[in-house]
């Protein structure tokens, strides 16, 4: 193992003794509190990027039960392919091109002023961080990957910076589990060991207080084999988390290092989280990332998201914001694609599909520490999926190589930079009074339209939590309060013994109402339906596991529980209101004194 990677380590001090260009060509300013990427030549720019722009699939592959874009069947050769594209992109307003693109093939087009951002997978290609983040063997090998990527690109001046990895998820039960598997020599084990005997003072009996062993009987048996899983209604969950920063801090100060190791200017642009990221793994991220990357799939089909999502990964991380990815498609499209393998953004028209476009991008450009943002992708998916099924109308154009001109349109008609310059309103909220409710407030509980009729801007309510993960929302009728909830809570069934998230570790949220002692307590999440232990509230829930981190709830309190038969405009209202995610992991609180408005 040592031998493999002083090797690499000498091939590394040869590179860097080669001359490799330190002049960072693309850098972060801020402004009057507004963050902004800035040009070689000191202009500032917001990246409106595209993802995949790449020609396809190959003429070896193509299978025509299952057509798919092929740039071969339209274009000479690779050269004309990659002049047109960015040429396409150019004329439609777009700055960057992002992950998963053929570099080599538009490297060439030397007078496309573009910006490029490779996706490296530098530590998902070698099982980080799933296998030991300490084996010289599997450090080596992420020192090639990198270097095979980031050397032919990084003398280029429009290269931006890198994606050191992609959408990994961190699952924390899985992570520990997968640790514990490791052998006995892995340094990552052996941190975990060291972390479980400080924390409970090498004492084994109190850390079972907190998990259910299997297989192992004391710390000494533990550190050659055994099993730990999390024992019901404990606070052991902390550990977990705990365990989970640190692995995000070795990740991220060994990417950083690794990087750096061959190009010292392009700006390290972080892991491009999954539209939901752990509070740990993103305040690890802080102190070795230039920016901070996350892919956005919006919570509505009009292209909006919560508050919460980049908020609390900006305040956490410290660091400006680039939306690796984000999507929308529509049910009409020309390439036959059905939408329904998984749960992104579906509307019903090409032209709601570029309104839900132009939403998104101009809700990034009022928030100030948002420096870029990446549409996925160049072309529609394949008429029936991808490799994994997937098989979305997410292109500029179709599988035919046609463009979707009323998309194309929106994005050519946005002038980003003016945007982003003007100064920006403070957003409405509950504060200034609480709207009227829809019609039927706890109706079309479904993903991407429960709460989409809500007035969400009017009616959020700020939380007094510093790190909030999860949005609460208010609006009213003559007969009850309707307070709606969208949080990120990641239920993980791995956490125990039976693979069941039990009901005492479920999600929690607690509503207090005016001066009241004795909150209304309800039971969210995977499991089991909601419960309640008021019977006057009406409640609706929407959650999962797994990759469904979203848990989307809404519930009725009737006038009578505030003392009333009805309510009116300019009633004042008192609310307290606390969500605890899986196992109390995370908590959020609410509270404060509003007043009903028309």
Not at 357 to 382: I, S
């Amino acid at each position: 193992m040592r031998t493999i990677f002083i090797s690499a380590s000498l091939l590394v001090i040869s590179l860097l003794r080669s001359g490799a260009d330190t002049n960072a060509p693309f850098s972060i300013h801020e402004r009057e509190g507004t963050s902004w990427l800035t040009r070689p030549n000191g202009e500032r720019f917001f990246s409106l990027g595209v993802c995949c722009v790449n020609q396809g699939v190959p003429r070896e592959k193509f299978n025509l039960t299952n057509p798919g874009y092929a740039a071969f069947q339209h274009y000479e050769n690779s050269n004309r392919w990659a002049g047109a594209a960015l040429e396409r992109l150019k004329s439609w307003k777009f700055t960057t091109v992002g992950g998963w693109s053929d570099y080599a093939a538009l490297q060439p087009c030397r007078d496309a002023d573009v910006a490029f951002i490779p996706m490296l997978a530098v530590g998902m290609t070698c099982g980080v961080p799933w296998l030991d983040m300490w084996d010289t063997n599997i450090i080596a090998r992420m020192h090639q990957i990198a270097r095979d990527q980031i050397l032919p690109l990084r003398d280029d001046p429009r290269l931006l910076g890198y994606y050191s990895d992609n959408e990994m998820g961190w699952w924390n039960a899985t992570l520990f589990k997968m640790t514990l598997e490791q052998a006995p020599t892995s340094g990552q084990r052996q941190r975990l060991l060291q972390l479980l005997r400080e924390t409970y003072h090498h004492h084994w009996p109190e850390l079972l207080r907190d998990f259910e062993p299997d297989g192992v009987g004391s710390f000494d048996e533990l550190d050659q084999h055994g099993m730990l899983y999390l024992r019901p209604g404990s606070q052991g969950i902390r550990v977990y988390r705990h365990f989970l920063g640190l692995m995000a801090e070795r990740y991220y100060s060994l990417v950083r290092e690794i990087i750096r190791t061959y190009d010292s200017r392009g700006l390290i642009l972080g892991d491009r989280y999954q539209s939901f990221y752990y509070p740990e793994v993103a305040r690890a991220a802080g102190p070795f990332v230039d920016v901070v990357s996350m892919n956005l799939n919006a919570a509505w089909n009009d292209g909006t998201y919560p508050r919460f999502y980049l908020d609390t990964l900006h305040a956490l991380t410290g660091r400006p914001v680039y939306v690796s990815e984000f999507y929308m498609s529509a049910e009409q499209n020309c390439s036959g694609n059905k939408n329904d393998v998984s749960t992104f953004p579906v509307v019903t028209t090409q032209k709601e599909r570029a309104t839900g476009f132009r939403n998104t991008v101009e809700a990034l450009l009022r928030t100030p520490y948002v420096v870029g943002a990446d549409w996925f992708q160049y072309y529609d998916e394949p008429t029936h999926g991808r490799f994994d099924g997937e098989n979305y109308n997410f292109g500029l154009v179709d599988i035919h190589d046609q463009t979707y001109k009323l998309l194309t349109a929106t994005a050519q008609a946005l002038n980003p930079t003016a945007i982003k310059s003007q100064p920006q309103p403070a957003r409405p909220d509950a504060s200034l009074g609480v709207p009227p409710a829809p019609r039927h407030p706890l109706g079309h509980f479904t993903i991407r339209l429960a709460l989409a009729d809500w007035d969400r801007e009017r009616g959020f309510v700020k939380p007094v939590s510093p790190f909030p993960v999860a949005d609460l929302y208010v609006c009213w009728n003559r007969k009850a309060v309707y307070l709606g909830l969208y949080a990120q809570d990641f239920a993980e069934a791995e956490y125990y013994r039976d693979k069941i998230v039990p009901e005492v570790d479920r999600a929690e949220w607690m509503v207090s109402i005016g001066e009241t002692n004795q909150p209304i307590h309800v039971r969210l999440g995977p499991g089991g339906s909601p419960v309640c232990d008021e019977p006057a509230v009406r409640i609706v829930n929407l959650s999962g596991e797994y990759m469904n981190t979203r848990n989307v709830a809404a519930m009725e309190l009737p006038a009578r529980l505030f003392g009333k038969t009805k309510f009116k405009p300019g009633d004042t209202i008192g609310l307290n209101s606390t969500f605890f995610t899986q196992a109390r992991a995370d908590r959020v609180e609410w509270k404060g004194k509003f007043t009903l408005r028309h």
